[in-house]
Nanobody
C-alpha cells in the first residue's frame, strides 16, 4: 500500500499563489509517477499535472505556465506550486500515485483531497 497525505489548501485571492504538498509513504516501489487531480462541484475529475520518477512533467492546458509540480525525495513529498490563481481553479485537489505514460496514466492510490478556493 501507498499512503498519501495532502496539505496546503485554503482560501486565496485571484492572482495569488498557493503551494500544495503531498507526503507519500509505504510501498513506493510500486509507483513510478504521481499526479495532482482536481474536481470542482458538478465537474469531472481533471488531471492537472504529473511527474514521473525520472522527473518528467506534464500539465493540463488550463494550468500550463501557472502551475509547477515537483518532488523532494529527501522528504518523500510532491508539491504543486500554483501561481496566478483564477476563480475557476477552485476545486478539491487530490494527490495520486501510480504509473504509466502521457495519455496512459493510471493511479492506484489517492489522498483524501484538499480544498482550494480562489475568490474573485
Amino acid at each position: 500500500q501507498v499512503q498519501l497525505v495532502e496539505a496546503g489548501g485554503g482560501l486565496v485571492q485571484a492572482g495569488g499563489s498557493r503551494r500544495l504538498s503531498c507526503a507519500f509513504s509505504g510501498s513506493i516501489f510500486k509507483i513510478n509517477a504521481m499526479g495532482w487531480h482536481r474536481q470542482a462541484p458538478g465537474n469531472q475529475r481533471e488531471l492537472v499535472a504529473t511527474i514521473t520518477w525520472r522527473r518528467s512533467t506534464t500539465y493540463a492546458d488550463s494550468v500550463n505556465g501557472r502551475f509547477t509540480i515537483s518532488r523532494d525525495d529527501a522528504k518523500n513529498t510532491v508539491y504543486l506550486q500554483m501561481n496566478s490563481l483564477k476563480p475557476e481553479d477552485t476545486a478539491v485537489y487530490y494527490c495520486a500515485a501510480g504509473g504509466g505514460s502521457p495519455g496512459r496514466w493510471y493511479f492506484d492510490y489517492w489522498g483524501q483531497g484538499t480544498q482550494v478556493t480562489v475568490s474573485s
